[in-house]
Structure formats: C-alpha cells, structure tokens
Nanobody, 122 residues
C-alpha cells in the first residue's frame, strides 16, 4: 500500500498563490494516475485536477481551470498543484489521491493523503 503526504498549504490573501506538493512512497509512482481534490466545511469532497501517469494528459474542474496547474515529477515521486489568483471560495482541505486505473471519478482512487489546509482570506 502506497503512502501520500501533502504539504504546502497555508493562509494566503485573495489573489495570492500557493504551491501544494504531494510526495508518494511505497509504490511505482510513474504508473499512477494522480489527482487533487478538496473539501470545504459542510461540503462534499470535489475534484480539482488530475494528471496521467506520464504527465501528458491533465484535467481540471471548471472552477479552477486557468488558475490552477497540476504537474508531476516522476523522478521525485511528487505531484504538484500550483494555485494562482486564489479566491476565498478556494478555502478547503486539499487532498492528493492515486490510482493504478484511469481515475474517471474520485471513487476510483485507492490511496489518499491526509490533506493540507488552504485558507484564502478576503
């Protein structure tokens, strides 16, 4: 069973930027389809972005497209989420997830990190 550890969360003003990192261990990272999701208080967990094993294909939720960028470095077993032009509604706990499949929905992801808090003040 692999392990995912997120980092990089924090408090930022609206319009600011953060970069989240997710370090993977215990598996073959380059075979994994990776994703970021988030959960705000009182809300269900929602998809944010995902990236194929090779990094060739990326997908974004409409709410973050054009502001967030997902990337990966297979030599470092790490996936990143660069978040720019942050808004108060981006406030949530952000989770990293991995699957050996193609990640059609969040339910397809077998391994999850513990999450990192992102708070955007207005």
């Amino acid at each position: 069973q692999g392990r995912l550890v997120e980092s990089g969360g924090g408090l930022v003003q609206a319009g600011g930027s953060l970069r989240l990192s997710c370090a993977a261990s215990g598996g073959t990272f380059s075979n994994l389809f990776m994703a970021w999701s988030r959960q705000a208080p009182g809300n269900e967990r929602e998809f944010v972005a995902s990236i194929s094993a090779s990094g060739r294909y990326v997908y974004y939720a409409d709410s973050v497209r054009g502001r967030f960028t997902i990337s990966r470095d297979n030599s470092k077993n790490t996936v990143y989420l660069q978040m720019n032009s942050l808004k108060p509604e981006d406030t949530a706990v952000y989770y990293c997830a991995a699957t050996r499949g193609t990640g059609g929905t969040l339910a397809d992801f077998e391994t999850w990190g513990q999450g990192t808090q992102v708070t955007v003040s207005s």
